[in-house]
């Protein structure tokens, strides 16, 4: 059986401005980017939860953000271990995140993997493609608020899918 693939996208889901929900005061720190410095906040707890997940083994863990060229930057700050890329370059824009990021959606799918996503701004919330992601329960998508970002109860969703997906083996292949 092949593991869900959750596809994690970092500002305005992990580095928020009011990481509220979670237990004990927000973190602060910096990571560099493209010769830029980038002040990041966080909540401790979120980095815990998303740290026992990839231990558990029943998810692997993707960034999928503007980040993966820089994501040993965001894995030092957060004191997460090395994890997979969706992609390795810079990204020269919005747009082209946008269309690289559903690509590595639909890929995910298209491997009859179940899919996880997490992104403030890319993820359909309605609409065709949403409704194609999810088909048959094969996708959880998840657009926190880019303010208070990834929240308990979104966590307690993602493990969830983890533990249903255990049960029911591969999503199907579509087409």
Not at 32 to 45: F, L, N, Q, T
Not at 86 to 115: E, I, M
Request: net charge neutral; aromatic share 6%; hydrophobic share 45%.
């Amino acid at each position: 059986m092949d593991r869900p693939v959750w596809l994690l996208d970092v500002d305005g889901v992990i580095n928020v401005t009011r990481p509220g929900g979670w237990a004990g005061m927000p973190r602060r720190g910096t990571a560099y980017s493209g010769g830029e410095v980038y002040r990041m906040r966080w909540a401790p707890a979120l980095i815990d939860r998303i740290r026992a997940l990839h231990r558990a083994g029943g998810v692997e863990i993707r960034w999928c953000s503007t980040w993966c060229a820089d994501a040993d930057e965001v894995e030092r700050l957060f004191g997460l271990p090395p994890l997979a890329r969706a992609w390795s370059g810079r990204l020269p824009g919005a747009a082209a995140a946008a269309a690289v990021k559903l690509a590595a959606a639909r890929q995910v799918l298209a491997h009859g993997r179940r899919l996880v996503w997490a992104d403030d701004v890319e993820v359909p919330a309605c609409g065709p493609v949403c409704e194609e992601l999810t088909e048959g329960g094969r996708a959880l998508l998840i657009a926190p608020s880019p303010r208070t970002g990834l929240q308990p109860a979104d966590l307690d969703a993602i493990e969830a899918f983890v533990a249903a997906s255990e049960v029911r083996g591969p999503a199907p292949t579509p087409g």
